[in-house]
């Protein structure tokens, strides 16, 4: 029986189709562009087949390296969770637990979560990233996350997805904009409105343009971005308006860098779901991470859950 490639082989064979240069991949892993063409060399030789092909820029995947990659990366992914298999049969879950999240919702549920693992289960770590709509779609379809809060993102579903929360949508500006009041603005209003909103496929995005059509009206969008901190700040620098729930502008608004107003006629309400990798069971160390996401509210989470009592104090003073 032919030699099977190890896993370093494997790791290497990834860096440099992700790279898509053998000195891009070199540098990144620590070795030299010589050392790792040897390597590489030794792979296409134990398999028997070109992985790779040279063009002008670096190098492509063949179509024998097209198809390793999937499986190279399945193997990579199932090894680095050995640990958590492991930690299974512990009495309190452990391991590293593979997040993906919606900007809109990292940070209040993380508040949340942070609290819970420091308190429950020290032994988990929380590996976090934000991602759009879709890309956190196909993160989940790949396994390669374990768990994702994201909101509805059109006529696809994922199995098994749990909703975890309903969040009116609130168009926000500058906190001394004039336009926006003490009470809801009409959805109609938002027509000749200078918009910053993150690009398609975004489910914010896909409610405001349906809800558009419906209206017999076109958005101004004149900035996309895919980043709620960004495009926070780009509001407050009186750059246009945005629109987004509650929980992901609660500090701006209390702190006087923003000012919001709930969207009705119609009224525009985002839900979130919590999903699971497709592809397998997950850890206990994932279940546990699900079950405390499933539990949050904004309410029981507690508003400023991630302010040092210093800083409630003095956001007080300043609000009364």
Known sequence: MAHLPDLSELQLFVSVAQAGSLSQAAWLTGKTPSALSKRITALELRLGHRLFARNGRGVVLTQAGQALMGPARGLLEEASRLQSRVDDGASAPAG???????????????QWLWRRVGAEAP???????????RQLVEELLHGRVDLAVLSEWGPERLDGAAL???APLHLVGPAADARLGDGPVPFRHLAGLPLILSWMPNGTRAWLEMAARD?????DV???AHSM??????????WGYTVAHWQAIEDDVLAGLLRSCPIVEPDLVQKFYLAQASNRAPSAAAA????????WSPQEAGAHAGRPPAAVAALAQRSS
């Open 164 to 166: 975890v929360h309903e």
């Open 123 to 133: 032994a988990i770590r929380l590996r976090v990233h934000e991602a759009s709509t």
């Open 222 to 224: 004149v900035i996309e």
């Open 229 to 238: 901190h960004l495009i926070r700040k780009m509001v407050q620098a009186g």
């Open 215 to 219: 209206a017999g009206m076109a958005l």
């Open 96 to 110: 590293t637990v593979l997040l993906g999240f919606q900007a809109s919702m990292s940070w209040p549920l993380m």
């Open 288 to 295: 546990r991470v699900a079950q405390w996401i499933t539990q």
